[in-house]
């Protein structure tokens, strides 16, 4: 009997030690990136495990359009990663709303936040609880093959507005050269010309004053000729044959393989759109050139010539994560491990001080116009949320289409917002 329980005492206690040493699993999902960046992420997550033992970190990534898709319904199950990749804005707030965040403000150290500036904190707060943190700031800029510009005899640096860039445009069909390289089957690269269009003509409070239905909300002038300068466009035929069937993936490696002159896309496509290319090398850094989206002559507005549209993209926190997934995203945002991205070229880190790590002179440029902007936008089909977010890119896609006005885009965006 004096045995028996003794034996039971001794597995309790192996029990207990052995839950003591339990391992700390740690989920991060990520939409995918390029092999760079995975070991970037690799190392990082090796570097936090020896430090803290007993913690596992894992790193999975899912393509771009698959990730949208799927990211609702995972954090709605027990599979929901602990830490996700977010663009922040109306989709974050939704996501809290639904109670699918964990509210991490009290869970950061003081020091740490404050490298981080509010611009970018505020993308990530609902109702005054910070849910997640910005990794980085992106500019959609136009890449440009400057070798078949100069082919054309066109002159960036001469593009200042709309109607300059339209005669570009038709410089380059009139010299048999594609003039924009686009991926229309995802429909959002078209998306950034509708918005950026709405800025330049509305002024940096055209987004924020449709949402509260202020000044005709997105059926207001702004909106409308935003859809008809986009047309103005589109009428062209500036895209390359078949663009709607198009993806994003296949148009940036169409882009670095030469078959276009511009392409409208974020930053990140840097090392990615060389990736992509038949080499695997892509157009070499004497051959590119980015310039910001040109301004309108003839606004509705004043004050949107100086805005920026981009993201401030990051991560968030899930309702399931344990403690140590938020320390962990402060390890992973620290000014070290921000630095060494920057020094690698991955992308343009949101914490102070880390910035002139960047040689890019790519990066260097992003860096600075969003320093310059007036008004930094977030991606329109992420920061009004997934329903919202979906119409603005099915109208670009059938702008870009003639399939329908300019006046019933905006309309239906206004219906899809009245309707979230």
Known sequence: MRHSVATAALLIGVAGAN????QTEINVLRVAVNDEQEAY?????????EQND????????????????????????DARPDIFYSWGGQTLVEQ?????LQGISDMLPEEMTGTIPEAGLNAYTVDGNLYGL????????????????????VDIDQIETWEDFLGAVQTLKDASVT???????????????????ALREGGPDVVSDAMAGENGGFESEAFVEAGKEFQKLTDMEPFQSGFMGTTYETASGMFADGEGAFHLMGDWDYLPMRER????????????????????ADPVSEGGEGATLGGINGWAVSQSAEPEAV????????????????????????????????????YQQVSEDITNSSYHQIFLDQFLGASVGATVNDISADLAQDAITPEEAAAQVQEAWDFR
């Open 96 to 100: 809290a709303n639904a109670g699918f």
């Open 54 to 77: 007993g913690v596992t970190v894992t790193f999975e990534y899912i393509a771009n359009e698959a990730y949208k898709s799927k990211l609702p319904t995972l954090l709605q199950s």
């Open 327 to 362: 320390d962990f995203l402060a390890f992973m945002l620290s000014e070290e491990n921000q630095r060494k991205a920057a020094e690698q070229e991955l992308f343009i880190p949101i914490v102070e001080g880390t910035g002139d790590a960047l040689s890019n002179p790519f």
């Open 277 to 296: 290319s038949t080499s695997g090398e892509g157009l070499p850094d004497e051959q590119l050139a980015i310039f910001s989206f040109p301004v309108l």
């Open 134 to 153: 910005p990794l980085y700031a992106t500019e959609v800029v136009f890449w440009t093959n400057t070798a078949l510009t100069e082919e054309a005899g």
């Open 19 to 22: 839950a003591a040493m339990a």
């Open 179 to 197: 003039p924009i390289i686009a991926g229309g089957q995802d429909k959002w690269p078209l998306h950034f010309y509708w918005s950026y269009l």
């Open 41 to 49: 992420y690799e190392e990082i997550a090796q570097a936090y495990e």
